[in-house]
């Protein structure tokens, strides 16, 4: 008897210690944990090693070992490695609606009681959190954001005697600016804006509020932007959708070479803008304000896309991988983003005066990237990629002239149906 008690002891305990193991922290014979964090193009993103380098120092006993993939690999290389099981304990979510998928397969663990915890302030995150909540509790961190502002060329505008644009323009002001500011005719001509061939530079300015999403299904509230951008190519202050495509320029050639006023954009072209300048590919004389908004929206509401850290749920050391989230996504990370040109999605005047401070920003950019609140362009949600690539088609023949924008409404209202299965 004594002998299959004991047994069933020693059973009980494996039994226990497999349940166990996943909360288990994975330690060193020295003491230190190791921590693997999946990321891309390491070398291209200075604040992750410095961030790293400055939490390693105030936490020795923790270790994070980076496993680097370049970007045209990284979604693939993460899928493959979380499916199998693999011992990543951190990563970036490279395309952030994409959570969600991590979410349904089980693959993320739940931050909420650590984020309670820890008494982390949610608030000042501008609501870019919002698309790594699900069913109640967080998933993901807000790291740092790419948000769509205004940019715009000084040199055109001093040209035409017309005062710059302002942090608080409705896009009606901005259709009326933009005809101020055409100059010239043909290959010389300066447009007053600029609408990327991308769906998101029309649509995003319907899910601008905050209410609405790409995800809607009725999409009514895309009309008057889509009827401001046709009219506006119509008399000839935007470049036309047709001039775009022909041109096969990026959009930052064109707003590098001077040839228009008004771009809005994300945030991302700042330091690509600083670097032709400083490089000489470049001499516009440029400068950023806050994106325009709808008359009954508050100046300081935008878009952008919010890059999340995340913890593998299958990870052995899930207590210090919050250590290293909490310090990246909290105010010493973002401060060490802001001093290497990157903004943070944690709200905070010192972090936007930091990156003003860096070399080759233009006067104003602090004020410029004001954000009082930004709406995720892609929300993290079944079906959106499918939905975005209906969206870009119909958006597409609408700036072509090739159907009416109440006719290219009702087809994206009745696809969304059909891919949704309603």
Same mark, same amino acid.
């Given at each position: 008897?004594?002998?299959?008690?004991?047994?069933?002891?020693?059973?009980?305990?494996?039994?226990?210690?497999?349940?166990?193991?996943?909360?288990?922290?994975?330690?060193?014979?020295?003491? *230190?944990?190791?921590?693997?964090?999946?990321?891309? %193009?390491?070398?291209?993103?200075?604040?992750?090693?410095?961030?790293?380098?400055?939490?390693?120092?105030?936490? +020795?006993?923790?270790?994070?070992?980076?496993?680097?993939?370049? =970007?045209?690999?990284?979604?693939?290389?993460?899928?493959?490695?979380?499916?199998?099981?693999?011992?990543?304990?951190?990563?970036?979510?490279?395309?952030?609606?994409?959570?969600?998928?991590?979410? %349904?397969?089980?693959?993320?663990?739940?931050?909420?009681?650590?984020?309670?915890?820890?008494?982390?302030?949610?608030?000042?995150?501008? !609501? *870019?959190?919002?698309?790594?909540?699900?069913?109640?509790?967080?998933?993901?961190?807000?790291?740092?954001?790419?948000?769509?502002?205004?940019?715009?060329?000084?040199?055109?505008?001093?040209?035409?005697?017309?005062?710059?644009?302002?942090?608080?323009?409705?896009?009606?002001?901005?259709?009326?600016?933009?005809?101020?500011?055409?100059?010239?005719?043909?290959?010389?001509?300066?447009?007053?804006?600029?609408?990327?061939?991308?769906?998101?530079?029309?649509?995003?300015?319907?899910?601008?509020?905050?209410?609405?999403?790409?995800?809607?299904?009725?999409?009514?509230?895309?009309? +008057?932007?889509?009827?401001?951008?046709?009219?506006?190519?119509?008399?000839?202050?935007?470049?036309?959708?047709?001039?775009?495509?022909?041109?096969?320029?990026?959009?930052?050639?064109?707003?590098?070479?001077?040839?228009?006023?008004?771009?809005?954009?994300?945030?991302?072209?700042?330091?690509?803008?600083?670097?032709?300048?400083?490089?000489?590919?470049?001499?516009?004389?440029? !400068?950023?304000?806050?994106?325009?908004?709808?008359?009954? #929206?508050?100046?300081?509401?935008?878009?952008?896309?919010? *890059?999340?850290?995340?913890?593998?749920?299958?990870?052995?050391?899930?207590?210090?991988?919050?250590?290293?989230?909490?310090?990246?996504?909290?105010?010493?990370?973002?401060?060490?983003?802001?001093?290497? !040109?990157?903004?943070?999605?944690?709200?905070?005047?010192?972090?936007?005066?930091?990156?003003? =401070?860096? /070399?080759?920003?233009? /006067?104003?950019?602090?004020?410029?990237?004001?954000?009082?609140?930004?709406?995720?362009?892609?929300?993290?949600?079944?079906? #959106?990629?499918?939905? %975005?690539?209906?969206?870009?088609? /119909?958006?597409?023949?609408?700036?072509?002239?090739?159907?009416?924008? %109440?006719?290219?409404?009702?087809?994206?209202? =009745?696809?969304?149906?059909?891919?949704?299965?309603?």
């Amino acid at each position: 008897m004594r002998k299959a008690i004991a047994i069933l002891l020693i059973a009980l305990t494996a039994i226990t210690g497999a349940f166990a193991g996943g909360s288990q922290e994975s330690t060193s014979s020295d003491g *230190t944990t190791t921590l693997t964090f999946a990321v891309w %193009d390491y070398a291209q993103n200075v604040y992750l090693s410095k961030a790293i380098e400055e939490f390693q120092a105030a936490n +020795p006993d923790i270790k994070i070992e980076v496993q680097d993939t370049p =970007a045209a690999d990284y979604v693939t290389k993460l899928n493959t490695q979380l499916n199998g099981g693999s011992d990543v304990d951190l990563f970036l979510v490279k395309e952030a609606d994409k959570t969600k998928t991590f979410f %349904d397969r089980g693959q993320l663990a739940n931050l909420t009681p650590y984020i309670e915890a820890s008494g982390t302030d949610m608030a000042a995150y501008n !609501g *870019t959190d919002a698309n790594f909540i699900f069913d109640g509790n967080t998933y993901g961190m807000p790291v740092r954001t790419d948000q769509y502002v205004l940019f715009y060329n000084k040199d055109i505008f001093d040209a035409a005697g017309v005062a710059y644009p302002s942090n608080d323009m409705t896009w009606a002001e901005f259709e009326d600016l933009a005809a101020q500011v055409t100059m010239g005719e043909g290959a010389t001509k300066k447009y007053g804006a600029y609408f990327h061939s991308w769906n998101a530079c029309v649509q995003n300015w319907g899910v601008q509020d905050g209410k609405h999403t790409i995800m809607d299904g009725e999409y009514s509230f895309f009309k +008057p932007y889509y009827e401001m951008v046709l009219r506006m190519q119509e008399a000839g202050t935007a470049m036309s959708f047709a001039q775009i495509q022909a041109s096969g320029l990026s959009y930052t050639d064109i707003f590098a070479q001077g040839q228009v006023a008004m771009l809005p954009m994300g945030s991302w072209l700042i330091n690509t803008m600083i670097s032709r300048n400083l490089s000489g590919e470049s001499d516009v004389n440029w !400068g950023v304000a806050v994106v325009p908004h709808a008359e009954d #929206v508050p100046a300081g509401y935008t878009v952008g896309a919010t *890059t999340p850290i995340c913890i593998n749920n299958a990870s052995k050391n899930k207590d210090a991988a919050w250590k290293f989230v909490e310090f990246l996504s909290g105010p010493e990370g973002a401060q060490i983003m802001a001093e290497n !040109g990157q903004v943070p999605a944690l709200s905070g005047e010192g972090y936007l005066e930091t990156f003003a =401070a860096v /070399e080759g920003m233009p /006067e104003g950019v602090m004020e410029g990237l004001y954000a009082a609140h930004i709406s995720p362009d892609r929300p993290a949600m079944d079906h #959106v990629t499918e939905i %975005d690539q209906m969206l870009l088609a /119909e958006h597409q023949l609408i700036l072509l002239g090739e159907q009416t924008v %109440d006719e290219g409404i009702a087809n994206m209202n =009745a696809n969304y149906a059909r891919i949704m299965g309603n």
